[in-house]
C-alpha cells in the first residue's frame, strides 16, 4: 500500500511535510473501521478535515448524504476535487482548516465531523469547529496521541488543563483505540490515537457563560503549579466567597477543579444581572386587540396559556460586514427553547411604548447601550408571531457581544444570505416570529423608512 501511496505522491508532485502535519493512513481496515465511528445515519452528511490522498474520503463518499473536504495542501485538493468531480455531493474545499469559515454549513444539517488531523495544529482545529456554535453533533478524530490524551484528562492528571476543559464542556470525549507508527506513511516518531466527541445535550449541565468560563480556566491554568487564589487574583474574584461556597480548599490548584467546579465557579463570578432568569414568570403584560388597542392586562402565564395578543419588539443586530446577529435560544425559555431566533427580543411590560422596550433588550439581552435602533417594519399580530404586534427594529452592533446565559445559549453573525438558505432548507431551526420579521425585512430591502404591514 506504501509503494501505490509513494507513486500517487510523486505524480502529484508531493513530498509530504512534516511542517503540515502529512502522515498519510495507509491500513485501509483501520480506516474502514474509523469512518464506521462516526455512526452515519441516512440522511446524514459529514465534512472531512485533512483527506489528503483519500483513505477516508473512499468510505465516507459511500456513507455520507453529502461530504465537505477540507484540504490545505492545494495539489492534494485539486486530486480529490479530480477524482469526485462527476459526484454533486462531494465538494473539496482547499483552505486551511483553523481558518475554514464554515457557517454555509448550518443549513446542511444534520452534520458530523472526521478527520486524520495534523499533528502540528490538531488542537486548534478541535477548538476551530467545536466550540459554540457548532453544527455537528459527533464527531471522529485521528491524532497524536499526546494531544488525545489531553482531550480525554481528568482532574489531578498532568494532561488535564484549560484545553481539556475547554473541549468537555460542550462534548463528551472518549477513547477508542491506538493505532502505531507502521499504518502511515512516512512512518510518524509516535502513536496515533482515535477519539470520538459526542456533543452534550441541552440540560446536561448547568448553564453557564461561555466568556467567562473562558476567561477563568485560562486564567486558572497560566501557572499551574500556584495556588488558585493568588491565580485568580487578576480577574478581581472573590476567593473566600468561591472557596466556601464550592467547599474548594484555599491551598487548591486549577488542576484539582473538576469541570463540574469550574462551571459553577463561572456562574458565580458573572455578574449579569440576568443569568438565572431565563423569562420573568409575574411580569405583566397590555392585553391588545386586531388593531393593537388595550384592552386590559394579564400575567405572562395567562396570555401565552390563552393566545391572547400582545405586543413584542424584535432586533435584528449587524456588524459592520453586514452579517445578522443571530441568538440561539436557551432550553430553559419556555417558548421555542433551542431554537434560533433574532438578535434580540422580548415583550412589552404593560404601559411600556416599543421605544423603550427596544432600547431595554437591547442592554439587556445583548449588552448594547447607546446606539439608536432604527424601526424597520411593524407586523401584526398572527399565529406565526405567538400572536404578538411586532415592531422590528436594526442597530449597528459591535463584534462582540454579551448576553445572559439562561436566555441564549450561543449565538453568532451570519451573512444573511446564509440564514436566508437556512430557513429555506430547516425552518425547524428556527422561532416562527423571527422567520416572519425575516420575510418582512427582506421585503424591506433593510429599507430604513421602514414598512407597516
Request: aromatic letters at 8%.
Amino acid at each position: 500500500m506504501s509503494a501505490a501511496l509513494r507513486s500517487l505522491l510523486d505524480s502529484l508532485g508531493v513530498q509530504p511535510s512534516r511542517k503540515l502535519g502529512q502522515n498519510f493512513l495507509t491500513d485501509d481496515q483501520s480506516a474502514q473501521w474509523i469512518v464506521r465511528q462516526l455512526e452515519l445515519s441516512p440522511g446524514e452528511s459529514a465534512v472531512e478535515i485533512g483527506p489528503g490522498t483519500g483513505a477516508l474520503t473512499r468510505h465516507l463518499h459511500q456513507a455520507a448524504e453529502n461530504l465537505w473536504l477540507v484540504e490545505y495542501d492545494q495539489r492534494l485538493a485539486a486530486h480529490l476535487a479530480k477524482t469526485y468531480e462527476s459526484d454533486p455531493r462531494v465538494t473539496v474545499i482547499p483552505e486551511d482548516a483553523v481558518k475554514h469559515d464554515f457557517r454555509s454549513l448550518f443549513p446542511e444539517q444534520p452534520l458530523k465531523l472526521i478527520g486524520n488531523l495534523p499533528y502540528s495544529c490538531g488542537g486548534h482545529i478541535m477548538i476551530h469547529y467545536l466550540m459554540p456554535p457548532s453544527p455537528f453533533t459527533r464527531a471522529v478524530f485521528m491524532l497524536q496521541k499526546e494531544v488525545a490524551e489531553r482531550v480525554v484528562a481528568k482532574p489531578r492528571t498532568k494532561d488535564y488543563g484549560a484545553f481539556s476543559l475547554r473541549i468537555q464542556a460542550y462534548w463528551r470525549p472518549k477513547m477508542l483505540r491506538s493505532i502505531g507508527p507502521a499504518a502511515f506513511y512516512p512512518r510518524p516518531q509516535v502513536d496515533s490515537s482515535i477519539i470520538v466527541l459526542e456533543r452534550r445535550a441541552p440540560g446536561e449541565l448547568p448553564i453557564f457563560d461561555h466568556d467567562t468560563f473562558d476567561r477563568l480556566i485560562r486564567q486558572g491554568f497560566s501557572q499551574r503549579r500556584k495556588q488558585l487564589k493568588n491565580v485568580l487574583a487578576p480577574l478581581s474574584v472573590d476567593w473566600e466567597q468561591v472557596g466556601a461556597t464550592l467547599q474548594i480548599p484555599p491551598t487548591a490548584r486549577a488542576e484539582e477543579l473538576s469541570l463540574e467546579d469550574w462551571i459553577h465557579m463561572a456562574r458565580l463570578v458573572d455578574d449579569h444581572p440576568l443569568k438565572d432568569n431565563p423569562q420573568k414568570d409575574d411580569e405583566c403584560f397590555d392585553v391588545v386587540d386586531e388593531n393593537d388597542v388595550v384592552l386590559r392586562q394579564a400575567t405572562r402565564r395567562e396570555v401565552h396559556a390563552n393566545g391572547w395578543r400582545h405586543r413584542a419588539i424584535h432586533v435584528f443586530a449587524f456588524n459592520k460586514a453586514g452579517d445578522l446577529f443571530l441568538q440561539k435560544r436557551s432550553h430553559l425559555k419556555d417558548a421555542h427553547p433551542g431554537v434560533w431566533d433574532s438578535s434580540a427580543a422580548g415583550h412589552l411590560d404593560a404601559g411600556e411604548s416599543y421605544a423603550s422596550a427596544v432600547v431595554r433588550e437591547l442592554e439587556e439581552e445583548l449588552g448594547i447601550r447607546e446606539r439608536e435602533p432604527e424601526w424597520i417594519a411593524t407586523l401584526p399580530a398572527t399565529a406565526a408571531t405567538g400572536w404578538e404586534h411586532v415592531h422590528l427594529f436594526r442597530v449597528d452592533a459591535p463584534k462582540r457581544l454579551r448576553y445572559p446565559c439562561a436566555e441564549v445559549e450561543t449565538g453568532a453573525y451570519f451573512p444573511v444570505e446564509i440564514v436566508d438558505r437556512w430557513i429555506e432548507k430547516r425552518p425547524q431551526d428556527f422561532a416562527s416570529g423571527f422567520i416572519e420579521c425575516f420575510r418582512v425585512y427582506q421585503k424591506s430591502g433593510g429599507n430604513r423608512d421602514g414598512i407597516t404591514l
